[in-house]
């Protein structure tokens, strides 16, 4: 089912009664450099591996790397605002970091359905994000998802 056909009234997200197994969104975004710096910022997260390329070369990346967790929240960005959509909300979120990212990298977020809990209008979602072919992240969320019934 495209993503598109049913959404939450009037907010472009769905309720819990129109999600059904196997439907994806998807949210890319090319990193900048100013991304990078802005969640350093932002999160206090200044380890030098992602702000200065100078100390990043003499470590087994060779350069700089995107912050794990700022590759990860494009997960969030896909949950939050195409599917399930506005008014979910976060239970739990596993993540594995595969591979790293670099500055100037296109990261692909696809977030899958893959369980549906009437009872605790829940969903299950696996969680994957890509550069090209390559996995960097993986995981799975469980969200709470409004519903009609409610």
């Known amino acids: 089912m495209n993503i ?3 959404t939450l009234d009037g907010m472009g997200g769905y309720f819990f009664e129109d999600l059904e197994e196997g439907m994806t969104a998807i949210f890319e975004k090319k990193i900048t450099d100013s991304d990078v710096i802005g969640f350093a910022t932002i999160t206090g ?24 967790m700022l590759t990860a929240s494009f997960i969030s ?36 359905i893959t369980k549906l809990t009437k009872k605790k209008s829940s969903a299950e979602i696996s969680t994957v994000c890509k550069v090209g072919n390559k996995k960097v992240v993986d995981g799975n969320a469980i969200i709470i998802v409004p519903s009609r019934e409610k």
């Open 4 to 6: 598109t056909e049913k």
């Open 45 to 68: 997260d200044t380890n030098p591996l992602h702000i200065n390329e100078e100390f990043a070369r003499q470590t087994m990346f060779g350069g700089r790397i995107v912050h794990g």
């Open 77 to 112: 960005t896909a949950i939050g605002t195409k599917m399930p959509g506005p008014g979910c909300i976060y239970v739990s979120q596993n993540l594995r970091f595969k591979a790293p990212v670099r500055i100037g990298e296109i990261v692909n977020a696809k977030c899958t």
